[in-house]
């Protein structure tokens, strides 16, 4: 019963429904990676390092997948999609991997944010001020104290000038 279920799905959607969706078929290949990898992390008790991963790559391919079964037909044009806006963004994105381990996640994100933020017509000068020193301290009090997660510190270590908040998990 469930293999000819899945075996109708399967006439269904066909290769042409493949074809029109490359960048949800994309997503899965790209997400089903994520996930062998995201495996390998080293596990502990409990929620480990490969939690976040894992589950944001499961709800990449089950979306993905979704898109592909439906099959819809997209109105925009590839001509038509202008990529020099995503591409700026990713060689942001870029800089900001190769420069982290150098300035750390805290200088590196201060510095990036202002940058994307005022490339995505962002001007006010106070908002890119409290988001860009806001948003990482906040971040990593999050990642760094409450879920224990090293962050890069970098050659000047920032972090340490930091209050050391009541925040930590303590077992």
Same mark, same amino acid.
């Given at each position: 019963?469930?293999?000819?279920?899945?075996? =109708?799905? $399967?006439?269904?959607?066909?290769?042409?429904?493949?074809?029109? &969706?490359?960048? &949800?078929?994309?997503?899965? +290949?790209?997400?089903?990676?994520?996930?062998?990898? /995201?495996?390998?992390?080293?596990?502990?008790?409990?929620? %480990?390092?490969?939690?976040?991963?894992? /589950?944001? &790559?499961?709800?990449?391919?089950?979306? /993905?997948?979704?898109?592909?079964?439906? %099959?819809?037909?997209?109105? #925009?044009? @590839?001509?038509?999609?202008?990529?020099?806006?995503?591409?700026?963004? =990713?060689?942001?994105?870029?800089? !900001?991997?190769?420069?982290?381990?150098?300035?750390?996640? $805290?200088?590196?994100?201060?510095?990036?944010?202002?940058?994307?933020? !005022?490339?995505?017509? @962002?001007?006010?000068? $106070?908002?890119?001020?409290? +988001?860009?020193?806001?948003?990482?301290?906040?971040?990593?009090?999050?990642?760094?104290?409450?879920? #224990?997660?090293?962050?890069?510190?970098?050659?000047?270590?920032? &972090?340490?000038?930091?209050?050391?908040?009541?925040?930590?998990?303590?077992?």
């Amino acid at each position: 019963m469930v293999i000819q279920k899945v075996g =109708a799905v $399967l006439d269904r959607i066909g290769l042409e429904s493949v074809r029109s &969706s490359p960048l &949800s078929v994309f997503f899965i +290949l790209f997400s089903v990676v994520v996930v062998f990898f /995201a495996s390998q992390f080293p596990s502990g008790d409990g929620v %480990g390092p490969s939690f976040f991963p894992i /589950a944001v &790559s499961v709800g990449i391919i089950f979306f /993905a997948g979704i898109d592909v079964l439906t %099959g819809s037909e997209t109105e #925009l044009e @590839i001509s038509e999609f202008d990529f020099k806006p995503a591409a700026v963004v =990713a060689g942001f994105l870029v800089a !900001y991997v190769l420069v982290m381990p150098h300035l750390g996640f $805290l200088v590196s994100t201060m510095v990036f944010m202002p940058v994307v933020l !005022y490339y995505s017509n @962002i001007h006010s000068k $106070l908002l890119l001020a409290v +988001l860009s020193i806001g948003f990482p301290i906040a971040l990593f009090y999050i990642f760094g104290r409450i879920f #224990l997660v090293r962050l890069p510190e970098g050659i000047i270590p920032v &972090s340490r000038l930091l209050p050391q908040l009541p925040l930590a998990v303590t077992f």
